[in-house]
């Protein structure tokens, strides 16, 4: 699978917060929390709660209520601004990414996955996104080998970096920008 590699403290790279943005890792707490409280206040508007509040809450329903709805709503827009895109291949990565060296990594970039893969299409259509860091693609077909067929089975796409495992099934983009970041050009 993917090997540890120490996250980046060079916030120009951009490896938890592309282009400047809110660190998505925020997104999904903030919505749960938020959507949380919301519930709460809209249920303590039915009928009394029955778990104890502090006095806070009992004096300050208005205001907990908008802060929760208000919450679940900002971790939302944070996961979709994670999830704005540029045309694929075209261009800097998503986000205006950049390594802090340019030129290509590695030698062999191997994409396993077979026709009609979802998942696999989504692989490769990341992996065209930063064309510029990687060799071009080659793509293996596992339904022709009754070998890789028993190895990999449903664990496609499976991406191979100068032969080294390194990705199953989806790709995370962090871990992606920080292998690049960390491989020197060659």
């Known amino acids: ?31 749960l929390i938020g959507g949380a409280i919301a519930v709460l206040w809209m249920l303590d508007r039915i009928a009394p709660l029955p778990l104890p509040m502090p ?24 996961q979709r601004d994670r999830q704005a895109i540029g045309p694929t291949g075209s261009g800097p990565p998503r986000g205006g990414w950049r390594p802090r060296l340019p030129g290509l990594r590695f030698h062999r970039v191997v994409v396993y996955s077979r026709p009609g893969c979802h998942l696999c299409d989504d692989a490769k259509e990341l992996l065209a996104d930063y064309h510029e860091f990687l060799p071009e693609l080659e793509e293996i077909d596992i339904e022709g080998d009754e070998e890789l067929k028993a190895r990999y089975g449903l664990l496609i796409p499976v991406i191979e970096f100068d032969g080294r495992e390194r990705f199953r099934g989806r790709i995370d983009e962090a871990l992606l920008r920080r292998l690049i970041d960390a491989t020197p050009p060659r």
Not at 7 to 29: F, K
Not at 55 to 78: D, K, S
């Open 1 to 31: 699978m993917s090997d540890p590699i120490p996250p980046d403290s060079d916030s120009r790279n951009g490896t938890e917060s592309a282009g400047g943005h809110l660190p998505h890792q925020l997104g999904l707490p903030l919505t």
């Open 55 to 78: 006095l806070a809450w009992h004096q300050y329903r208005a205001v907990w209520g908008g802060l929760g709805l208000a919450a679940a709503l900002f971790g939302l827009w944070i």
